[in-house]
């Protein structure tokens, strides 16, 4: 099966479209594939323990990476996190490009 990496940008919170982004996310893993989400920019705002959408935390097979310059830059901690998401670099992406990962800006 392949491996995709998929960069959100988008908060949940200002357009309905992530939603469907996250469904992206599940189904490729529930079909076999290896997922990594990467949460940038405002897509990191959906990552608050108290205000996690149910859509992304219920994403139990991809593996949720979220930019530390983004979080930092919207005041968000690392201990205010859901569980399972963790803090990576923008350099996350070209890792995963450099490996062959099928890259998908949502």
Same mark, same amino acid.
């Given at each position: ?41 405002? !897509? ?5 323990? &108290? $205000?996690? *959408? /149910? +859509? ?5 097979? #991809?593996?949720?990476?979220?930019? !530390? ?5 919207? &005041? $968000?901690? *690392? /201990? +205010? ?5 963790? #803090? ?11 490996? &062959? ?6």
């Amino acid at each position: 099966m392949g491996q995709y990496f998929l960069i959100e940008s988008k908060s949940p919170f200002e357009s309905t479209e992530v939603t469907h982004d996250y469904q992206l996310a599940s189904d490729l893993a529930k079909s076999g594939h290896e997922v990594t989400l990467f949460l940038v920019e405002n !897509g990191v705002l959906a990552t608050r323990s &108290g $205000i996690i *959408p /149910s +859509e992304l935390a219920n994403l139990s097979q #991809v593996k949720v990476l979220a930019d !530390g310059f983004s979080l930092e830059e919207r &005041g $968000i901690e *690392p /201990s +205010e996190m859901g569980s399972g998401i963790e #803090v990576a670099a923008i350099t996350s992406v070209a890792d995963a490009m450099g490996q &062959g990962q099928k890259t998908l800006w949502l």
